[in-house]
């Protein structure tokens, strides 16, 4: 009797009260937020950007000064811009996975293993022919050549060694959008047509041919005709364009007006030079030597100096 009146009174005690809350189990906890840079515009940093001109910027952050970026775009080209204009920061890709071809490209974050037993760790943000610059981690820029490195190790794990090799595979970036250059003579205004025509077989080697026809008397050589043939080394594998070394063989006749009377010259020749292009106007410049025979029926060894001086149309 007792028992039953007090557990009516326990029971009764609790009448009204309001159960203690059941935790939620742990799959309904919140997300946490995702963690997003502290700023996006330091020093370093990949952005992608929403303009509020609807433009979209890409690149690689080089300078900060007060609220102007300046970045360095996927092109090389550089665009600076104001953090007022800008309409919202994009997520930064993942690195894209360079093919085994060629992980050297602007952009791509690696790991360096030098054949010095040095370790360079940084992204690639210039790229000349060769050599790198690899900004670190710490903020240095550091330079590497190709022939010093072992092997290039991606963030996804992927691995490219390097074989023996000295340089790099020539990227869509580093190629010249140039493959044939014609040119002439500025001399064809005083009635000497020099014509050539320069073609890119590879991103390093182009071959050339060209010809000279004089039609009037100029200076102390006045040449009949010219005929000359050869190919070019462009170390910047950007060829037809660029410095290069060039190596040739040419035959070639000169009048009797001129002051060293007529006579002829077959032989082989070597220049360094460069061709510029400026919307697909082009400017050679050049010099060299020539060794060859002259002579009209007995041959004679000579050496003389090369002058080239080409204008033309790049495309």
Do not use: W
């Amino acid at each position: 009797m007792h028992t039953a009146l007090l557990m009516l009174a326990l029971s009764g005690s609790l009448v009204g009260q309001t159960p203690p809350p059941t935790p939620p189990p742990p799959d309904a906890a919140p997300e946490a937020a995702e963690a997003t840079p502290a700023d996006p515009y330091a020093v370093g940093r990949t952005l992608v950007a929403e303009l509020k001109d609807g433009q979209t910027v890409r690149g690689l952050i080089l300078k900060r000064t007060g609220d102007l970026i300046t970045l360095r775009k996927q092109d090389g080209q550089r665009a600076t811009f104001s953090v007022s204009e800008v309409a919202r920061v994009l997520p930064s890709p993942k690195p894209k996975a360079a093919g085994p071809a060629d992980p050297f490209t602007v952009g791509t974050t690696l790991t360096l293993e030098l054949k010095d037993g040095r370790t360079v760790h940084g992204q690639i943000v210039e790229r000349h022919g060769n050599l790198l610059s690899v900004q670190q981690d710490a903020g240095a820029v550091a330079l590497v050549h190709a022939e010093d490195i072992s092997r290039a190790t991606l963030p996804e794990g992927q691995t490219y060694t390097m074989e023996g090799r000295t340089t790099f595979e020539p990227s869509a970036a580093d190629t010249s959008p140039v493959q044939t250059v014609m040119s002439l003579s500025p001399l064809a205004l005083l009635g000497v047509f020099t014509v050539e025509v320069d073609h890119a077989i590879s991103p390093s080697v182009s071959l050339y041919a060209g010809g000279t026809l004089g039609l009037l008397q100029v200076g102390i050589l006045s040449p009949s005709y010219a005929l000359q043939a050869g190919l070019r080394a462009f170390p910047q594998a950007r060829a037809p364009t660029g410095f290069f070394l060039d190596f040739h063989a040419d035959t070639s006749a000169y009048k009797a007006g001129g002051l060293l009377g007529a006579f002829s010259f077959s032989g082989l020749g070597a220049m360094a030079g460069f061709t510029g292009v400026i919307s697909h106007v082009a400017l050679s410049l050049g010099v060299g030597i020539e060794v060859g025979s002259t002579g009209s029926t007995s041959f004679t060894p000579v050496a003389v100096p090369a002058v080239r001086v080409m204008i033309g149309y790049a495309f």
